[in-house]
């Protein structure tokens, strides 16, 4: 019995690896999102709260497409037209934005 729940357990982490994110990005993305809360600790958790959210749904490589084409919609300027204005990216800047508007809803953030 023992070695079923074993096998289950490395199973069930082995599909977790592919939505595994580094430490250096968690952290990042963390605490940009405590600095828009100043003063306030319970935003660690809250913010930690949305980056979860996108582990679960999103490989990294994706998720790295996805915040890159949202962050590159506030680039101004005739070289910034490449970053904003195709409607591929505009539309996966959109579902990024979208995931993290109902991230925050769901983990409390106003």
């Not at 023992?2 to 250096?24: C, D, F, I, N, Q």
């Not at 979860?52 to 998720?63: A, H, N, R, V």
Request: proline share 4%; hydrophobic share 35%; aromatic share 10%.
């Amino acid at each position: 019995m023992r070695k079923y729940l074993v096998l289950g357990l490395m199973l069930l982490s082995g599909s977790t690896w592919a939505h595994e994110y580094p430490a250096s990005e968690v952290a990042m993305f963390v605490l940009q999102c405590m600095q828009k809360h100043p003063g306030k600790f319970e935003y660690l958790y809250k913010c930690s709260c949305v980056m979860d959210t996108f582990t679960k749904q999103l490989k990294y490589d994706d998720y790295v497409e996805l915040s890159t084409a949202s962050r590159g919609q506030s680039t101004t300027g005739e070289a910034g037209g490449v970053f904003r204005d195709p409607p591929e990216i505009k539309e996966m800047a959109k579902r990024y934005n979208t995931m993290k508007a109902q991230a925050e809803k769901e983990c409390l953030i106003q």
